[in-house]
């Protein structure tokens, strides 16, 4: 609330005709003043003027000086009202308010700035009929508005209209900026209509809530807005007081505190020390005597101890000696929770979380037998290796969960300072312990499962090698004298059972890796994430969604079809993705309230996720010189189409496709080798020496590297040469050497998957593989044929038919 009145009575007590602080009778007079039906009309940028109130007005627009001093030279009445948008310099019409305030203007004064003010006084109420003119200034029709009064002895207004006047007063008496004589000012006016117009004006109100109220021709209702107005903005203020004086009392406490503080630093300077240091060293003490640990580690921290009370307070040293205790004594030391080593239970916990993986989960069982017979945790450390979304990691939550143990785990993907697993000197600012470290004070106790996560993806830096760091970590022979350099004494982690993930163990340094037991993660077969989907994804989807089990129903043809159109992957994450999708489209329908459908089909998939991906098949074996090969890739096993043409030429070799080193020198092993055994292919020397060969891999954009690829790329060369088909449906991977002879490769499962789901039917493979195949699944292998060999001529018997193109 603004009080600006009072300023400008005080201005011109001499000439009482305005005193703002009006009478009933003197408002009556006012209202019974005769007012032409034509005024120039005074549009205000940020006032609205009310009747009966006094009001100082600065005009700097040239149209409203020229009409101001007219209208006082004249003695004539002028029409005020508002401006719609306060940024127009020129208002046109339409911008002008139609209700405003006949004015009558008592003072004018000239100001240095060449702008002009005018004190006004407001009249009555009037409405703008039509526009006459708009030059030299806006001229206007107009016709007066009364206002509706209340009925005598209304109750309900003389409450409103008392309660005004006492909420207007405790304005003035919690506003810092309002002078006291304000609520005089108030108190004093006798007329109920002009205190609520008087308030009206003074309000600390926008434009528009002023001219609505000023449209108001109830006065009942306008007093009602001014004193919900009021109100709301006595709340604010008293609001705005009590942050104030909670501030203020804060800062005085924080002062006080000081102050306190100060005093009590003076009085341990002279005494030499201080008791709130050494109530801190006596805590630190009798957590040592109930700490449970060994003599070395204690005989260490009581010499700590000791320096740290030859410390002074308030030296930073004094902080960083402190913090170095309190990790000592965080950390568990010898401190073990009671392992539950129930291989059966173990085997039930990893059968409940993981389909498939028999291997890794026999490998897993072994290691906990070998652990409840033998007491200790001094075997080697296990490297879970695979593609990604196999479980790996969620594999060592399992461990814990079966052992009852606590679960920690650490990525190390792009960490490349060695800092972070060994820790900074104590004595450097901000120094803080390794990750190791810190991870077992977090778990509580010596002993809990600790992953460390993507360890092939461990940097090197300028800070130093985090491998060679870890290779104290998972060395059974050294860890159990572990040095971090902020603890800076031997710490004990044989204890920890450490398992490692990583995707790609070519970039595991070999020290590192001849530390652990290397344990393969293959991909999941189509009917092995089929039963993932079914027992763990769907489920954990439905409940993650907010909907219940019979929300979705989806059969097993319909999971394939998920598996096989929309999933190019060994692990389960895509899968969980698409499922997820599903999961929210059904979701969104039952918020919706729509009649949903639980049965998913095909179709509707298709609808949902959208038309499903291409994935390689197998086409067919019409054009010579087009061999189907098998290859693995960091996302499981695919098939690949390796074709060969020739040219006129002096037997030059090319080749196109993104083909990286190994599989460039298979091509010319298996060119060299086609020229020097040509005789008994069939094939003249002279056809070889003027041809050009070229050989193309399709997916150009696609890197391909690897040895697998020998004997594909041989039997493309032979068909081209020979002009022999290659036989139907059959598939083969291997690598050869000048000899002739095949050697095996690796991937075999992923690659045999791969050719299943592109409608291979017959497989050939180096014989040294028929284990990899026996370790297999029979249900995964039903209707391949498998074809074990060890030369390339048998490849070629198998592989070419005896018809040419």
């Known amino acids: 609330m603004k009080i600006d009145n009072l300023t400008f009575q005080d201005n011109i007590t001499e000439d009482s005709e305005f005193i703002p602080l009006l009478s009933e009778e003197e408002e009556q007079q006012l209202l019974n003043t005769d007012v032409p039906n034509v005024l120039a009309i005074l549009p205000l940028r940020n006032t609205v003027l009310f009747p009966g109130v006094v009001i100082p007005i600065t005009a700097g627009r040239d149209k409203s000086i020229h009409l101001l001093k007219e209208a006082y030279a004249k003695k004539q009445y002028i029409g005020v009202t508002s401006q719609k948008d306060v940024k127009q310099d020129e208002p046109e019409q339409n911008d002008i308010s139609k209700i405003g305030t006949v004015a009558k203007i008592h003072k004018m004064i000239k100001m240095p700035d060449g702008n002009t003010t005018v004190i006004l006084q407001g009249l009555r109420r009037f409405k703008i009929i039509e526009f006459i003119s708009e030059d030299p200034y806006f001229k206007a029709e107009i016709t007066l508005l009364s206002d509706k009064k209340p009925k005598k002895n209304d109750a309900e207004y003389d409450a409103i209209i008392d309660s005004i006047k006492d909420v207007a007063i405790q304005i003035v008496k919690n506003s810092p900026n309002l002078p006291s004589e304000a609520s005089f000012a108030v108190k004093s006016i006798e007329s109920p209509s002009f205190l609520v117009n008087f308030v009206s004006s003074n309000m600390d109100l926008n434009m528009e809530d002023k001219q609505n109220l000023l449209n108001e021709s109830s006065i009942k209702e306008r007093a009602t807005k001014t004193l919900r107005h009021l109100n709301f903005e006595l709340q604010k203020l008293k609001l705005k007081n009590d942050i104030h004086s909670k501030t203020k009392y804060e800062l005085d406490q924080q002062q006080r505190e000081y102050f306190l503080n100060q005093q009590m630093r003076t009085i341990q300077e002279e005494l030499g020390g201080g008791f709130s240091s050494d109530q801190e060293i006596q805590e630190l003490r009798q957590r040592a005597k109930n700490k449970k640990w060994g003599k070395e580690p204690q005989q260490y921290f009581d010499k700590e101890l000791k320096r740290m009370e030859r410390l002074n307070p308030q030296m930073p040293e004094f902080s960083i000696q402190r913090n170095y205790l309190e990790f000592m004594l965080d950390l568990p030391w010898q401190k073990v929770s009671k392992d539950k080593l129930n291989i059966n239970y173990a085997k039930k916990i990893l059968n409940q979380d993981h389909y498939g993986l028999e291997k890794v989960k026999e490998r897993i069982l072994e290691y906990l037998a070998v652990l409840k017979l033998k007491g200790d945790m001094k075997s080697p450390i296990l490297c879970l290796y695979g593609p990604p979304g196999v479980g790996k990691t969620s594999l060592g939550k399992s461990i814990a969960r079966a052992l009852q143990r606590e679960y920690q785990r ?396």
């Open 410 to 805: 650490m990525s190390l993907g792009g960490l490349h300072d060695e800092s972070e697993i060994r820790g900074h000197r104590k004595t450097y600012i901000g120094a803080m312990p390794g990750r190791i470290l810190q991870n077992i004070k977090r778990a509580g106790v010596s002993n809990p499962v600790f992953v460390l996560d993507e360890i092939d993806k461990l940097g090197r830096s300028n800070q130093g090698d985090p491998t060679s760091a870890m290779l104290e970590v998972l060395d059974p022979e050294q860890n159990t004298t572990f040095h971090d350099n902020y603890l800076d004494q031997a710490y004990d982690l044989s204890n920890v059972m450490f398992i490692a993930t990583a995707n790609d163990i070519s970039n595991i340094p070999a020290p590192l890796r001849d530390r652990m037991e290397m344990v393969q993660v293959n991909g999941y077969t189509v009917e092995e994430k089929v039963q993932i989907a079914k027992k763990h994804l769907l489920p954990k989807q439905l409940e993650d969604h907010g909907l219940a089990k019979d929300f979705i129903k989806i059969g097993k043809k319909e999971l394939t079809f998920l598996v096989d159109g929309y999933t190019r992957e060994s692990g389960v994450r895509m899968l969980d993705k698409k499922i997820a999708s599903l999961a929210r489209f059904i979701a969104k329908d039952v918020a919706m309230e729509k009649d949903v459908d639980p049965k998913l089909t095909r179709e509707k998939i298709e609808e949902i996720l959208g038309p499903p991906q291409e994935s390689n098949k197998y086409e067919n074996n019409d054009v010579p010189g087009v061999v189907t090969g098998l290859a693995w890739t960091s996302v499981g096993g695919d098939i690949l189409f390796i074709e060969s043409i020739l040219s006129k030429g002096k037997g030059n070799l090319s080749m196109t496709g993104n083909l990286g080193k190994v599989m460039k020198e298979s091509a010319q092993i298996a060119l060299e080798y086609v020229k020097a055994n040509h005789e008994s292919f069939d094939i003249p020397l002279q056809k070889i020496e003027e041809s050009n060969v070229h050989i193309h891999v399709p997916e150009g954009a696609v890197p391909k590297d690897g040895p697998s690829a020998g004997i594909t790329m041989l039997t493309s060369i032979v068909s081209t040469f020979t002009r022999r088909k290659v036989k139907k449906n059959i598939a083969m991977t291997g690598e050869i050497t000048l000899r002739g002879k095949v050697l095996p490769v690796g991937g075999i499962k992923e690659k045999i998957l791969a050719a299943k789901r592109a409608g291979i039917k017959e497989i050939i493979l180096c014989e040294q593989n028929q284990k990899d195949v026996q370790e297999i699944n029979e249900q995964y292998l039903t209707g391949l044929k498998f074809h074990f060999v060890n030369r390339m001529e048998e490849v070629l018997e198998i592989a070419l038919l005896k018809t040419k193109a």
